[in-house]
């Protein structure tokens, strides 16, 4: 399957693999990659690099935006591989090192198994290695607060609730916002389109993640590329509201 490369404002991509988005930020050759997949997505995140014109050993620094399997797919292989510096938020880098591990279980997906779309997607997380055991070795936090230097300047927003350390990046200079899973416009496992928060089985503090839709609304920009679903155009404010009254 090849992953779906679609650019979205000036040196910035969106990236649909299976069933998980990524994002390209590139400047010159080099790039910032955020997230990257499923594991088994690790072909579809490389030919993504060449689609952009560019390449792994280019590849300046992966942002995670959190530590679940479909988000950390090949971090760890690019580190490894070419010694591809991975960053997080603090409180995220013991998740991405597996130290514990903030995801829906497998008792609990198995309580909703009767809802649309769940077991599709449960048969496709297994294939993709959702559930493999996929720590990054060496990750490391943010180097510095605010703006980070790297290309796309994206700047890392706390957004905790689906994980502790869950981070989306901003993107000032774009009006963009990348916001992982604290804000999607869809899911195989929802029934609505456009933004909203992901079903409650898989947050680990929905309270929380319903108030980081305040902090997502406090941001400028246009563009809001989820970790799941399509681009969104508007203002990000609008859709974190919409998400919000949504999830009340």
Known sequence: MRADVRQVA???????????NWVILTEGDAVTLVDTGYPGDREQVLASLTEV???????????ITHAHNDHLGSAEYLRATYGTPVYLHEAEVPHARREFLHQVSVGTVLK???????????????????????????????????????????VPVHTPGHTDGHCAYHVPGTGVLISGDALVSGHPTSRIEGPQLLPDMFHHERPRAVASLDVLAELEGELLLPGHGPVHRGPVRDAALRARERAL
């Open 10 to 20: 000036d040196g910035t991509y969106l990236v649909h693999g299976s069933n998980t």
């Open 53 to 63: 014109g560019s390449s792994p050993e280019a590849v300046a620094a992966v942002l």
């Open 112 to 154: 909703n198994g009767w809802r649309p779309g769940v077991l599709p997607w449960v048969v496709h997380a297994l294939r993709s290695g959702g559930t493999t055991h996929n720590p990054v070795t060496a990750p490391e936090p943010f180097p510095a607060a605010g703006a980070l230097d790297l290309p796309g300047r994206p």
